[in-house]
C-alpha cells in the first residue's frame, strides 16, 4: 500500500563511504525528487526527474548522482560521504510537472556520516 | 532570488486557534502551499492556493493570501493535540519544484 517507499531508513556510515538510498513509487507518477532536509528542518530540492530525464539539478556536489531506472524509481547515490552529508533525505513523487502536481512524499532516510 | 521566512515556533493551547505565517519574495509564484510533517515522517499536502485568490477555508484550515505584502498565513481552528507537527510553507513559479521555508514547529498543549 505504501505509495513512496525509501530504503534504508536509517544510514550510518563513516566518512569517505560511498553510499546508495533508493526510492520507489507505485502510484504511476512519472515525476520523481530527491530533497535534503538539515539538522534546522529546512528543506531544499537536490534533483528532480521527469521521465527518467533529469530536469533540476540544484547546486549538488558531484558525489552525490542521481540514477533513475524507471520512471518508477529514483535512486541516489552518494560518493566519498561527508560529515556534512548528514541530514534527512527524501523522496518524492508527482504526475507532471506543472505546479499544481502534487507531491507525495517518502517518510525519509535518516544518514549520519561519523 | 527565491526565498520564503517563516517563524521558527508556535505554541497553542488544545481549542485555540493557530496562525502560522509565511513571508515569500518571488512575486511570479504561481502556487502557494502549506505541508505538514509529523515526527519521523515525511511531508504530506495540507492545502495550496493559487495565486490569484485571496482566501481558501478547507474545514479547519483557511489560508489567506496577501499577494501585494508577499504574506501567506494559514490558520488552524479549534487546535488539537494532533496537530503538534512542523508546518511547511512552499512556493511554485511554474514548474512542480517547490521552495520552502525552514518549517515553523507548532506545540499543542492539552
Redesign the interface.
Known amino acids: 500500500d505504501t505509495a513512496v517507499s525509501q530504503t534504508p531508513k536509517y544510514l550510518v556510515t563513516q566518512m569517505g563511504n560511498d553510499k546508495s538510498i533508493k526510492c520507489e513509487q507505485n502510484l504511476g507518477h512519472d515525476t520523481m525528487y530527491w530533497y535534503k532536509q538539515d539538522s534546522k528542518k529546512f528543506l531544499k530540492i537536490m534533483f528532480s526527474y521527469n521521465n527518467k530525464e533529469l530536469i533540476i539539478n540544484e547546486t549538488v556536489p558531484n558525489r552525490f548522482s542521481p540514477k533513475s531506472p524507471d520512471k518508477a524509481h529514483l535512486n541516489l547515490h552518494i560518493n566519498s560521504l561527508e560529515l556534512g552529508d548528514s541530514a534527512v533525505y527524501f523522496c518524492a513523487s508527482s504526475q507532471g510537472l506543472q505546479a499544481l502536481a502534487e507531491q507525495y512524499f517518502g517518510p525519509g532516510t535518516r544518514l549520519t556520516v561519523t | 532570488g527565491e526565498d520564503v521566512e517563516q517563524s521558527l515556533f508556535l505554541s497553542v493551547r488544545e481549542g485555540d486557534s493557530s496562525v502560522i505565517n509565511c513571508t515569500y519574495t518571488d512575486s511570479s509564484s504561481?502556487?502557494l502551499y502549506w505541508y505538514k510533517?509529523e515526527p519521523?515522517?515525511?511531508?504530506?499536502?495540507l492545502t495550496?492556493i493559487?495565486s490569484n485568490m485571496d482566501m481558501k477555508q478547507d474545514q479547519r484550515l483557511t489560508v489567506l493570501l496577501n499577494k501585494k505584502d508577499k504574506h501567506l498565513s494559514l490558520r488552524i481552528a479549534d487546535t488539537q493535540t494532533g496537530d503538534s507537527a512542523?508546518y511547511?510553507c512552499a512556493e511554485?513559479?511554474?514548474?512542480?519544484?517547490?521552495?520552502?521555508g525552514?518549517?515553523t514547529?507548532l506545540l499543542v498543549s492539552p
Open positions: 504561481t502556487y510533517q519521523g515522517a515525511g511531508l504530506q499536502l495550496y493559487f512542523i511547511f511554485s513559479i511554474g514548474y512542480s519544484t517547490l521552495t520552502f525552514k518549517g514547529m
